[in-house]
């Protein structure tokens, strides 16, 4: 079973910038770039939202339209480790940040698709002052 925590999570001001971070493990060795990595969110009273997704090799990136521009999404495979950089935070990204992933290449049309990815961290929380 693989584990996933992400961290990083904190409350900061609008127009701040955090980086999160996804580390993944498991009791026998394991190979990050094995799989691809997304992010996703959930805002209280509110579903869960796919924000970006990233390819085994890092070759392929998506972004979800609302955070084009102020979010950077990259790995470390050697470090078992993904990211998401959020520059010019806006209240409305408060949320709980879950880093998931996929043993499928996620393409244009199934990127933002949470049935297709297995594994899921507990989630981080951010919140963005005004």
């Known amino acids: 079973q693989v584990q996933l925590v992400e961290s990083g999570g904190a409350l900061v001001q609008a127009g701040g910038s955090l980086r999160l971070s996804c580390t993944a493990s498991?009791?026998?060795?394991?190979?990050?770039?094995?799989?691809?990595v997304g992010w996703f969110r959930q805002a209280p009273g509110k579903g869960r939202e796919a924000i970006s997704s990233?390819?085994?090799?890092?070759?392929?990136?998506y972004y979800a339209d609302f955070v084009k521009g102020r979010f950077t999404i990259s790995r470390d495979n050697a470090k078992s480790t993904a990211y998401l950089e959020m520059d010019n935070l806006k209240p409305e990204d408060s949320a709980i940040y879950y880093c998931?992933?996929?043993?499928?290449?996620?393409?244009?049309?199934?990127?933002?698709?949470?049935?297709?990815?297995?594994?899921w961290g507990r989630g981080t929380q951010v919140a963005v002052s005004s």
């Open positions: 990233i390819s085994k090799s890092a070759g392929r990136k």
């Open positions: 498991r009791f026998d060795p394991f190979e990050l770039d094995a799989y691809a």
């Open positions: 998931a992933l996929r043993s499928s290449l996620p393409g244009a049309s199934d990127w933002w698709n949470e049935g297709e990815y297995e594994y």
